[in-house]
């Protein structure tokens, strides 16, 4: 079974197709630029050399049928005709309440992310339209939905209930949904395999640090609290989100700099994480070099940064009663030893140590905890494609 497995974003789209009777990635890309002029594909068959293909994208119908030509094409392409894609896989950002593990895409599922716009109106749109297109260009192939919010549907309502007054959950569902769900599930899979135990029975804190990061505590296999809330905004120190704050320093900035809601949300969501406090970037490893030469904001915000992600640890091994394994995943999570090691430090009394020379390791499966650590710690590789691939193949089998 061959799938392809589609993200669609407002002007971009990227895909890979997967052959799932090995999991080996045939061919993967990205279409930048949609419905702007210069739109152009970036093609990679397997292991083969990139090739960037220009051509007019004016809508997301266009890019998918690109998607297709640079897949069927006698030189770069990995399949003869678009027969051979058996099954499409469509990462879908919010499904509300509506949807807590993946589903067979049909028009009842359509109108029900239609009603989950509210909830994440720069991301749903854009999802809704890659599937639109998929059966446009792609008319009876079967189609999945994968939900970042899906794995987390499992949180208690202590969890997710905000004390605010309850009608805001009634009216308007206000709550905490978490993303990054197909990420934390397919690393916690993941580190059971690797330690041979049975995911039913391990304690597991994951750690999703990227440009967006969450943390969450999934339990027997179970999402039971992750740090991203209604919106990815809450939780941890971002590139360019705060993350957590008390909710009065809205308010208060509105008034001192008179800023519109549009512009209040903007300094939160753009303005603010290590960007905000480092005034230099919001990359890692731009950060982390100046840190290295004496910048004292870089090393504030990675500061502040490792401290709400070491707070977060803390919270979940309570909320589990325990913890048998911490896993680093994501851009920095997978590449980032020192962040590692300085989240870890100083939580021996819980168990957890780091050994400075397994953890010097970079985007590969690795424990790195200590001989003797009591909490393993793991750096697991993310692939919320394989993910996204494997449930469409799960789901559509089982049909
Ligand atoms: P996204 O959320 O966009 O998928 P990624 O998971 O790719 O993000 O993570 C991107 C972030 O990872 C970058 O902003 C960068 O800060 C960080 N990163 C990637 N490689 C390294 C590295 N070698 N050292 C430190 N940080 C890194």
Redesign the pocket.
Known sequence: MKVLVINCGSSSLKYQLINMENEEVLAKGICERIGIEGSFLKHQPGEGDKVTIEKPMPTHTEAIQSVVEALTDSNHGVIKNMSEINAVGHRVVHAGEKFATSVVINDAVEAALNECIELAPLHNPPNIIGIEACKKIMPGVPMVGVFDTAFHQTMPKEAYIYALPYETYEKYKVRRYGFHGTSHKFVSEAAAEFLGKPLSELKIVTCHL???ASVAAVKNGKSIDTSMGFTPLEGLVM?TRSGDLDPAIVTFLQDKENLTSEGVNNLLNKKSGVLGISKLS????DI?QAAEKGDKNAQLALDVYTYRVKKYIGSYIAAMNGADVIVFT???GE??ASTREAICKDMDFLGIKIDPERNNVRGKLAEVSAEGSKVKVLVVPTNEELMIARDTKTLLNNK
Do not use: K, P, T
């Not at 919001?282 to 490893?285: M, P």
């Open positions: 990227g440009n967006g590139g919001s990359d890692f490893r982390e994501a851009g920095l590449n980032s």
